[in-house]
């Protein structure tokens, strides 16, 4: 794993910890980290724009429907604003990792990403 990865994994972690209050499996993080590949060192595409209705498309399409085996029917709104109120609206950098980790053991969905 390369130092810039470790930086950010790292990153993630503290966010979990401190603004989340989560407990991280460490495991499960580096494994979302490594299917978002390349997107997470870029600045723009490591976010989440939660205020943006094409970007939660985004998240709807190609983490809750394609990663971890929504329906379109279920309710995916849902599933991303409790993420994000567990994450803080206020918080103005929601690292993807961070949202595809809090959906992803939130609605009990490890076994998909693992």
């Known amino acids: 794993m390369t130092e810039e990865k470790q930086k950010l994994i790292a990153q993630y972690t503290e966010d979990l910890t401190n603004k989340c209050g989560v ?32 970007e939660l498309d985004r998240v709807k399409k190609k983490w809750l429907v394609e990663t971890l085996d929504f329906d379109y029917e279920d309710d995916l709104d849902g599933i991303i604003n409790r993420a994000i109120e567990t994450y803080g609206r206020s918080e103005k950098n929601k690292f993807r990792a961070v949202i595809y980790y809090l959906i992803t053991t939130q609605q009990n969905k490890e076994s998909e990403v693992m």
Not at 33 to 44: D, E, H, M, R, Y
Request: charged share 20%.
């Open 23 to 54: 407990e991280v499996n460490a495991e499960l993080l580096e494994k979302i980290v490594t299917k978002l590949g390349p997107s997470i060192f870029n600045a723009n595409s490591s976010l989440v724009a939660a205020s943006k209705p094409e």
